[in-house]
């Protein structure tokens, strides 16, 4: 289990800093499948930690496979963002619903990790959401 576990932190560690380098060397917006596709990275995390993540396993996988397919019809999350805005449905549970949830089990998944690595330490999440 330790072993299997390790394996699934580096696959996510390598996914994470891959996004990150791809960010920083990017002037333009980020693509929609690279973002998505890396978060998929942490859908076998919420299995092996299902007591902490059985809630949230299914509805992130979910919003992730969801937003890898409107990758296939839109190139950016700005302009997903900015279509959304356009076509006045950003609040209609669409695609950037989709986003904001996988943003938000992101977070849940980075306190967790927090929480586990360093207990002693009171940690405050202000969402601007």
């Not at 380098?21 to 693509?31: A, E, H, K, R, T």
């Not at 302009?79 to 619903?97: C, F, L, P, W, Y």
């Not at 986003?99 to 992101?106: K, S």
Request: proline fraction near 2%; aromatic fraction near 12%; hydrophobic fraction near 45%.
């Amino acid at each position: 289990m330790g072993d299997q576990i390790n394996r699934l932190l580096l696959r996510m560690a390598d996914a994470f800093d891959d996004l990150a380098g791809w960010m920083i060397s990017q002037s333009q917006d980020l693509d929609l499948y690279i973002f998505a596709a890396r978060c998929s990275t942490i859908s076998p995390v919420f299995q092996v930690f299902r007591v902490a993540f059985g809630f949230m396993q299914k509805e992130y996988s979910n919003k992730v496979d969801h937003l890898i397919k409107v990758s296939e019809t839109v190139p950016s999350i700005q302009a997903m963002i900015d279509q959304e805005i356009e076509s006045k449905t950003v609040r209609h549970g669409g695609n950037t619903r989709s986003l904001l949830r996988v943003i938000r089990g992101l977070d849940v998944t980075r306190l967790f990790f927090l929480e586990y690595t360093c207990p002693n330490v009171r940690m405050f999440t202000i969402y601007v959401f």
